[in-house]
């Protein structure tokens, strides 16, 4: 099956300070990435879709400067929250769709967990 | 935002009870899927459901698209502890972006 990988998978920041969370698909192309937040016990929202070599797309009220996205190539999309605050502490999950692929299956990430104190 | 409904949003059982759990929404999906997630994990693809009415068998699970495309249910037959995790079902209306239900946590008592 196809493997998506997310880093780092735990991260503690101070308030104020950028983190960067990578999200690789590893053994196939994904022109689209999409990312999510889950709360606890909670579902998972989508946050944005991330286009290979073009904007992302963010979705109704997730500021697109404080969580910034780049998918500079076809096996990669960063989400970066910049100025993290502790409410930005939440579990973000990547998804890829193989490229060509237009089945609609989504490959999830492990999920990345962000603490900020 | 297409919003999904899930219910119920915690079911907790005896091993080898059957359940149901429904996806229920007001938007037509041209494709639904159903997810497994552990604690601390990323979703499981289970199922992906794309003409109205169709059913699908995975081993003691059952998906069902509604007819209009508008709701779903996933059939668990002899529970078993190993089914525990939060269930979640996700539409899409064109192929595209998904997004998620509310979720249904279920918990397998031994």
């Known amino acids: 099956g196809a493997v998506v990988s997310q880093h780092p998978s735990r991260v503690i920041c101070k308030s104020g300070t950028s983190v960067k969370i990578e999200c690789r698909s590893l053994d196939f192309q994904a022109t689209t990435m999409f990312w999510y937040r889950q709360f606890p016990k909670q579902s998972l929202m989508l946050m944005a879709t991330s286009n290979e070599g073009s904007k992302a797309t963010y979705e109704q009220g997730v500021e697109k400067d404080k969580f910034l996205i780049n998918h500079a190539s076809l096996t990669l999309s960063t989400l970066t929250v910049t100025s993290a605050h502790p409410e930005d502490s939440s579990f973000y999950i990547c998804?890829?769709?193989?490229?060509?692929?237009?089945?609609?299956?989504?490959?999830f990430g492990e999920g990345s967990r962000l603490t900020v104190l | 935002t297409q919003l999904l409904e899930q219910s119920p949003q915690f079911l907790s059982i005896q091993e080898g009870e059957n359940l149901t759990v429904y996806c229920n929404s007001s938007s037509v999906f041209s494709s639904l899927q159903w997810y497994r997630q552990e604690p601390g994990e990323g979703p499981v693809l289970l199922v992906t459901v794309v003409t109205g009415g169709e059913v699908k068998k995975l081993k003691r699970l059952t998906f069902q698209f509604g007819d209009a495309r508008k709701d779903s249910s996933l059939h668990i037959t002899a529970a078993q502890p190993g089914d525990t995790g939060l269930y979640l079902c996700?539409?899409?209306?064109?192929?595209?972006?998904?997004?998620f239900g509310s979720g249904t946590k279920l918990n397998v008592k031994p």
């Open positions: 998804s890829a769709r193989r490229a060509g692929v237009n089945t609609g299956e989504l490959f």
């Open positions: 996700a539409g899409s209306g064109n192929f595209n972006k998904f997004y």
